[in-house]
């Protein structure tokens, strides 16, 4: 079956607006990717992005976009000795506008091999993504860029 996870977070700000904070490349180097974002997630692009902790960027294929609703990538997952080579996962971004205002934001990753590199590279993009959140709700809700010097 592999290894999978979903977390989630409310942003106190409307969907559209936090669906553009993941969108919009310039927005995404703000507060998640510190080495930058090179391209806008539309259905059938690959872009970049690139992180301080993890230097090199990383290409990123966007398999679906539904505005304000979801975002569908697919990436590669870490390296490991299985025979088969190597593989990539798949992530889903939900965006769910709530009564009170704020957006719900949930992040599921699923496709990891069952062994210990995929259960390593699991357990590492749940915190990644979980990071992710938070640095999101902080940069949105309050302009601070939550990443800025923490990995460098």
Not at 20 to 32: H, I, M, N
Not at 41 to 53: Q, S, Y
Request: glycine share 12%.
């Amino acid at each position: 079956m592999g290894y999978e996870f979903t977390v989630r977070g409310r942003i106190a700000k409307p969907v559209h607006e936090v669906f553009e904070a993941v969108a919009d490349p310039k927005e995404l180097s703000a507060y998640f990717t510190t080495g930058g974002a090179q391209g806008r997630l539309e259905k059938g692009a690959t872009v970049t992005w690139d992180f301080h902790d993890f230097p090199g960027a990383f290409p990123v294929n966007v398999v679906d976009v539904v505005p304000d609703e979801k975002i569908v990538l697919r990436w590669d997952a870490a390296p490991d000795e299985d025979a088969a080579g190597l593989y990539q996962t798949t992530v889903t971004m939900s965006f769910e506008a709530l009564e009170d205002g704020r957006t719900l934001v949930s992040i599921h990753e699923e496709g990891f091999r069952e062994n210990d590199a995929g259960r390593k590279g699991a357990f590492g993009n749940c915190e990644g993504w979980t990071g992710m959140l938070c640095a999101m709700r902080v940069w949105k809700e309050h302009g601070i860029r939550f990443r800025e010097g923490f990995y460098k």
